[in-house]
């Protein structure tokens, strides 16, 4: 499985960005997809994620810090996940990575990470 990440970049606060993570290598509409951002000096954290449930549809999961802020989406058909980014603050700040697995916050795969700077 390889994981493509994109959509990162430099906003000010305030702005919005939209991360865009494609999968490939398998199907994966049953894994877990989601989001977790690494900022200098600190752990990889996660920060939204979608898994799948037994009725089909996918829930959203969200750190409680980007509630409210952040969306998670995620389009099967293209093993896409995206994540929408809106009323970003200087503390956002991160290399953000996408991931997937059978765990939501323990990813099996990783994608390469994409660089999120927030101005204040």
């Known amino acids: 499985v390889q994981l493509q990440a994109s959509g990162g970049g430099l906003v000010q606060a305030g702005g919005s960005l939209r991360l865009s993570c494609v999968a490939s290598g398998r199907t994966l509409s049953r894994s877990a997809m989601g989001w977790f951002r690494q900022a200098p000096g600190k752990e990889r954290a996660f920060v939204a994620g979608?898994?799948?449930?037994?009725?089909?549809?996918?829930?959203?999961h969200y750190a409680d810090s980007v509630k409210g802020r952040f969306a998670i989406s995620r389009d099967s058909t293209k093993n896409t996940v995206y994540l929408q980014m809106n009323s970003l603050k200087p503390e956002d700040t991160a290399v953000y990575y996408c991931?997937?697995?059978?765990?939501?916050?323990?990813?099996?795969?990783w994608g390469q990470g994409t660089q999120v700077t927030v101005s204040s």
């Open positions: 979608t898994s799948y449930s037994n009725g089909g549809a996918y829930l959203a």
């Open positions: 991931g997937t697995g059978d765990d939501l916050r323990r990813p099996d795969y």
